[in-house]
């Protein structure tokens, strides 16, 4: 039941997305890592007692493809746009005796973006590939803790009035911790509250011809979000939440944008299970209150439970 109480949140958080750059050649927007409203959760088994005994057990596999969109508005000089698209596959395993799920992954993804700055317009195409850890915890029958990290490494090609190519190596690193609590639980209902405060950094090594040779970014975030889920036939789930981050401290790569501080989320998500071991969920989500980006995202996915 405790696991239960878990999948059945729309987790507003997520991870760093790579886009575009207009003045500094390169984007580092893992401010749009939160824009994962999408970011439904893989289906846990339902209830860790129904796992066999032991000290680690394979519970589950899952394959998600995922996108976010990002575009500057009108109002920011130069404004660019991008879109990412990711293919994320990971396992779960269950220990029964620690009260906990581990959940690794590695992942795949493509951005293609364009923009422009005072003297050229700038096409880019992005690779990252990468992994993650991430721990849940059932501390008690309404509360779970999570925590994780997560690092990928990739290059930018980026063209210049679509001739003049320059190529950046790119790595990031996040890490990230959390709890869920669940408030209202009904047969057929269940509300929680989420916060999540997290960490992102961004190295970028720039073409040796560029005028600078390296870049950075870093943010520190908090998510603080409500979510829902509603049962409407055995088998069959909507999810909808709503959350507010705040950047609690930022360091921008040199010629970006600064972003919005705070913003909104919003996301709408569903699951639908096909066999007793074999469930597709999906969702979508927006970025609300942000005057200088609109982002949108989206996830599909497929999980097996053993």
Known sequence: MAARKYRDN???GGRAALTHVGAALLAASFWAGAANAADVEPVLPDGIG???PGYITLAGVFAEGTYVGVEQKDRIPNPDSSDTYGVRLGV??????????????????RTD???????????????????ELKLVFIAASN???????SGGSGRQDLRFNKL?????????????????????????????VVNELSYNYLVA???????????????????????GAWEVHPGTKLRAGVSWASFLGVREMIGEVSPDRNFGIL?????????????????????????????SSAKIGVMAVF
Request: aromatic share 10%; net charge negative; proline share 3%.
């Open 10 to 12: 729309t987790r507003a």
């Open 50 to 52: 129904k796992v066999a």
């Open 92 to 109: 779960v395993f269950a220990l029964p005796k620690a009260g906990m799920f581990v959940i690794p992954s590695v992942e795949f993804s």
């Open 113 to 131: 973006a364009t923009g422009s700055n005072a003297f050229a317009t700038i096409d880019s195409d992005s690779t990252v590939r990468g992994g």
């Open 143 to 149: 509360l779970f803790v999570h925590a994780g990290a």
């Open 164 to 192: 003049v190519p320059s190529t950046t190596n790119l790595h990031n690193y996040s890490a990230y911790a959390g709890a869920d609590m669940v408030v209202y639980d009904a047969s057929d209902i269940t509300v929680s």
């Open 205 to 227: 090594n720039f073409d040796p011809n560029n005028t600078v040779d390296r870049g950075s970014s870093r943010i520190w975030s908090n998510e603080l979000g409500i979510n």
């Open 267 to 295: 996301s709408l998500g569903a699951s639908q299970s096909i066999t007793d071991s074999v469930s597709l969920y999906g969702s979508v989500g927006r970025v609300v209150f942000d005057s200088k980006r609109d982002v």
